[in-house]
Structures are given as C-alpha cells and as structure tokens.
C-alpha cells in the first residue's frame, strides 16, 4: 500500500469548468482524458444556437454564435507509471455572437497537478482556473463566472505503521455579486490497524469569507478511518465536532458535530461502478464535493453516481447532487440546489450517441430574522448527443441539443440549445 491512496488523489481539485460551465451547452471534447504519455493537443469549432441567451420570461432573445477552441494537455507518465507525474491541460474559448456582439468572449479553463509516490513520502498539489461567461439560471441573466481552486495532500510514513498526513486547500469563486473563499487545513495521524485499514485522529481548520452569507471559521477535531482494497474498494471516514463562529444566521455559534464520507467502488471486471461523498460541516472546501464554496444555510454537501454497463454497447448513467451555496444576485440569501440527472449511452465502433434528463430543485432561504419568503425554483432539462468518429479517432463530429424549462424564481423561461462542429485531435 503507498502512502496515499487512489481516492487520496481523487479528492483533489476538480474539473475547473464543473462550476462556470454549469447551464450552457458546450462541445463534446471537454471529457477527453489522455491517460498514456506525453503530449496531446487538437482544436474545437462548432456553431450553436441558443433561444434564450438571457433566460428571459417576457422577451426571450436567441442568438447565434461562433465559437473556436484550442486545446493541450500533457502529461509525463501514465497512473502510476512513475514516481514524479506532471499533468496539465489548458484551453482558451472563443466565442463570437454573430447579432450581439456584446456577449462575445474569451474564456479560459485550465489545470495542472505534480505528484509524487515514494517508499515513504508521497504527495500531490493541483491547481485549476476558469473563467467563463455563461448564462446563470440562479442569477437570472448571464454573466461571467470565475474559479480558481488549490490544494496539496501529502503523505509521509513515520514509522512501518505510523503515517502523517497534511492536506492543504483554498479556493475562491466569483459571480456577479457572489464572490467566496474557503481555506482548509488538516493534520491527520494515521495508524495502520491492518493492511487494509487505517484509523487515527485529525485536527481541522476551515474558514469562509463571502460577501452574501458573510464569514465563517470552524476548528475540529475528528477521529478518521480509511480502508483500501486495493483498487476496488476505497472508504474514507471521519468523525468529530468542531467549534463555529460566523458572522450570519446560517447556523448557531458554538460546537456541533462535524464528518464526512467518501466510498468508491470500481471492478475492472464487473459492469458497474459507484461513488458517494458526503459532507456535514460549517465550511466545504471547493476542492471536496462542493462547485460553489458551500457556506449556505445547509452544512450538507454530497453527491452519487453510479454507471452500469448492462449490454455489450449500451451503459446507464445516474447522479444525485446535493449542495448549499451563497446566492451570486441577493445579499444575506442562501440556495440549496438539489438535482438528479440520467442518462444511456450507446457506443459502437467510433459512434456514440446519449441521451438524458434531469431535474433541479432549488430552494432560496434569506438569512435575515425577518424576511419576505423567496419563490423556489424548478428546473428542468433533457439533451441529445451524437458523436461520429473518423480518420484513425483523431477527428470528431459533434452534435448536441437540449431543451431546459425553469418554474418558479427567475421566471417561467424555456430554452432550447443546438451544437453542431468538429474536434481534431492532432
């Protein structure tokens, strides 16, 4: 067993695009990994029309645009193939409105780790940044979201039994009035109880300063667990209380009892594979399961996904995701967004073709003794992609639309989304 585990390096930084990008239909290519060696690089164009570029009730306003998109991403061994790994990939995103050249961009979304897996001492650090200007359904309108994200996890065993572990993150988030940051400090002392099992004590510090549900500090002190089997079963625990002091009513000061929860399970042999994580504190960091810095009314912040292959092309997708979050348009407001999502895929030769649905649902709680109550909000959207692969899998055609219909808060908008371009892989 290495210093840390897989799930270890899992619980870092995310996809920066996961926030900024979260309502806007973007190219099929964002999902390509590369996980051999050395470096990868192609381009993206396609053309898209949106019918509601504003997410407008009274006046829906359509818009076509022309967007072009380059992209690298390196890397310098494949998982595991080396003690020193270095990872990368940036993409810069040009988008060119042809009737409203005001919403015209340049975006920008990148990221990049350096690891390092020893006899003893292990560790990895990442960074990620994004800057997108998107259509944003709990603002109303659209504007530009920006994200930078990043964290250290190190490892070192002090003895044949005894392993210290030091986890390090901070991250920030901006849009339109919305802007947060988290910071996350852990010192855990592990103790190898077995070959699989690990379990000792951990000291936590966490802080939030926000502008819409004001600052926050915490300080724990947790009892944490991990059990590895091999690369099948993963489980990470952790247990505690922790001592809060905040400065809006999003929860008493004083102690309560904090944990969090990772499991993942992953058969090569098997067809299906599940994750959990879930996260009960006064602050999330933005590196674990929260887009969006956490720090709303709710301390919990968890997502599922499971996807089972159950035909020789065919495979299931389905998420839930659960989070609380600053309002990025209403000072002192707070959302609690939860949404469920489904989708089958079926894949033959170099064509893939998926379809699926979800449903959010989101609840919009001021933080003020007295206050107006806020309408909710009801989200609803189904997509279509195809993609067709040729010339040796370096080129793509991609196509892709999605119809989204809102009730409630932000007005009874629908939008319809059409993609259609090439990538090239070169």
């Known amino acids: ?95 060119w409105f ?67 572990q030091c986890q390090l993150a901070a991250g920030s988030f901006a849009a ?41 500090n915490s300080l724990g002190l947790l009892v944490s667990a991990a059990y590895d089997l091999t690369d099948l079963v993963e489980v990470t625990a952790a247990l505690g209380v922790e001592q809060i002091d905040q400065s809006l009513a999003t929860g008493a000061d004083g102690g309560r009892v904090t944990g969090a929860l990772s499991a993942s399970y992953d058969a090569p042999d098997l067809p299906w594979s599940a994750r959990l994580v879930l996260d009960y504190g006064a602050v999330q960091s933005m590196g674990s399961s929260s887009r969006f810095g956490a720090g709303g009314e709710s301390p919990w912040t968890g997502r599922f996904s499971v996807r089972y292959a159950f035909a020789e092309f065919w495979a299931l997708n389905f998420s839930m995701r659960y989070e609380s979050f600053p309002s990025p348009s209403a000072t002192g407001v707070s959302i609690d967004d939860f949404t469920v999502s489904g989708s089958a895929t079926r894949s033959v030769g170099n064509n893939r073709l998926r379809g699926g649905v979800s449903v959010s649902l989101a609840e919009f709680t001021s933080l003020a003794d007295s206050a107006t109550p806020i309408d909710d909000q009801k989200t609803y959207s189904a997509f279509l992609t195809h993609r067709i692969g040729v010339f040796e899998e370096r080129f793509y055609i991609d196509s892709s639309v999605r119809y989204s219909n809102n009730r409630g808060r932000g007005g009874d908008w629908s939008r319809w989304q059409i993609t259609t371009g090439i990538n090239f892989i070169f």
């Open 176 to 216: 339109r009035l919305n802007e947060t940051q988290t910071y996350l400090a852990q010192l855990t002392a592990f103790w190898q109880v077995t070959p699989l099992i690990r379990l000792g004590p951990a000291l936590r510090y966490t802080a939030r300063d926000s502008n819409i549900t004001g600052d926050a």
């Open 98 to 164: 042809a009737t409203q050249d005001e919403l015209s961009s340049i975006d920008h979304s990148g990221e990049m780790s350096l690891s390092y897996e020893g006899p003893r001492l292990g560790f990895r650090t990442s960074a990620g940044y994004s800057r997108v200007n998107a259509a944003d359904r709990f603002a109303g309108g659209r504007f530009t979201n920006e994200r930078f994200t990043t964290e250290f996890l190190g490892g070192y065993y002090v003895s044949d039994r005894s392993i210290l």
């Open 1 to 95: 067993m290495g210093v840390l585990t897989a799930q270890d390096f899992a619980e870092s930084v995310p996809t920066p695009e996961a926030a900024a990008l979260y309502s806007e239909l973007l190219p099929a290519g964002l999902d390509a990994r590369y996980d051999g060696e050395g470096l990868l690089y192609g381009v993206r164009a396609f053309t898209t029309y949106d019918s509601n570029v504003f997410l407008s009730e009274p006046d829906p306003q359509g818009a076509l645009s022309v967007n072009f998109s380059p992209w690298a991403q390196y890397s310098s061994a494949p998982p595991g193939g080396a003690e020193w790994i270095l990872n990368g990939r940036y993409s810069p995103f040009f988008r």
